[in-house]
């Protein structure tokens, strides 16, 4: 059916099924707070995720700059839902954890996104999905693989 396309088709079905499915997350998200973004909700599970991680770290995660990451972690802190305090290895650097109010967020979040997952999956057997996740894996890997100055686009 799809046999002739070019392979660029298979980013822009990407693009479009991220696009569509953020949407439905902001939505969904717009109830549970309604500033909260999608940058916000993944700093958010990456500190949950990974416990002493510094503004650096997420930095380094978020492909952001170090002036975007602070607003942000100064936002989120403001907001009560993440804490940060010196490095007691490295003075020049903050640790940031969740607060239990960025907890209870983050597993609403983590609860929305499972849902809305379960339903876009729910006509793909375990296979297909399996399938399908290692070949987005498999993408990641020869993405990352490039040398930088073969990213552009």
Avoid at 33 to 50: K, S, W
Wanted: with cysteine.
């Amino acid at each position: 059916m799809h046999r002739n396309r070019p392979p660029a088709d298979v980013f822009e079905a990407m693009h479009d099924l991220m696009h569509v499915y953020r949407a439905h997350m902001v939505r969904a998200m717009a109830a549970i707070h309604p500033d909260l973004t999608m940058n916000e909700v993944r700093a958010l599970g990456f500190v949950g995720r990974h416990p002493g991680a510094t503004q650096k770290d997420l930095v380094r995660h978020s492909g952001a700059d170090k002036a975007q990451v602070a607003r942000m972690v100064a936002l989120l802190a403001e907001r009560g839902w993440i804490t940060s305090h010196p490095n007691p290895d490295d003075g020049r650097s903050r640790i940031l954890a969740l607060s239990p109010e960025g907890q209870a967020l983050q597993e609403t979040v983590r609860s929305l996104r499972q849902t809305l997952s379960a339903r876009l999956l729910a006509g793909c057997d375990a296979g297909t999905q399996a399938q399908l996740l290692a070949l987005l894996e498999q993408l990641r890997g020869e993405l990352d693989a490039l040398p930088a100055c073969d990213r552009r686009g």
